[in-house]
């Protein structure tokens, strides 16, 4: 079997090769061996391809699980993830799962302040933390907090370096964060 994973940007791609090596590291799964991460150029790139590739997939030499990782942004999640699961079901392929990023990748940043500590010691996330505005992150518009919480932000090379200090214990105050690392603790693992 195989775990292919489909994400919008390479922002989230980035931070999962940090992150997906953290989860398991005691299994056969290995990234660029049997668990490939696919970018595409944005949501609409993701949407176009998404319909052929599953259907590939489902009619592939060997088992596949796909799953998909998108961002919310301004769309209801409930209604976003239903049009996901959808393309995938008219493909045949069984075996997915669709993940919607809450808000959007910055927000769960936002709910480990630690780990944005540990890549940056000049912020004191005790003076983030216990704010009312942060306690729920994914109301947040992620971005744009983290551009005025750190002024020299790249979004690439921030997830790169932050995937590696997130926690993967449940504690992220971004639900979807941990919705989608007990995903792929339960596949991989």
Known sequence: MRIEIFVEEESIKTLLIEVIPR??????WRLDENIFIRSF??????????????????????????????????????????????IINESGLRQFKVRIVCRELECWYLGDMDAIEQIIPSFKSANYQNRAK??????????????????????????????????????????????????????IC
């Open 23 to 28: 989860i398991c590291n005691q299994t056969s």
């Open 41 to 86: 150029e944005g949501k609409s790139h993701l949407r176009k391809e998404l319909p052929r590739k599953a259907k590939v997939y489902a009619n592939y030499y060997e088992s596949v699980y796909l799953i998909v990782f998108q961002d919310q942004d301004s769309n209801n999640c409930q209604d976003l993830k239903n049009q996901l699961v959808n």
């Open 134 to 187: 942060f306690r729920l992150p994914e109301k947040l518009n992620g971005k744009d907090e983290l551009r005025k919480l750190i002024k020299l932000y790249s979004a690439t090379e921030f997830a790169k370096n932050i995937g590696q200090h997130l926690s993967i214990n449940n504690v992220n105050k971004a639900p979807s964060f941990n919705l989608a690392i007990q995903t792929l603790k339960e596949i």
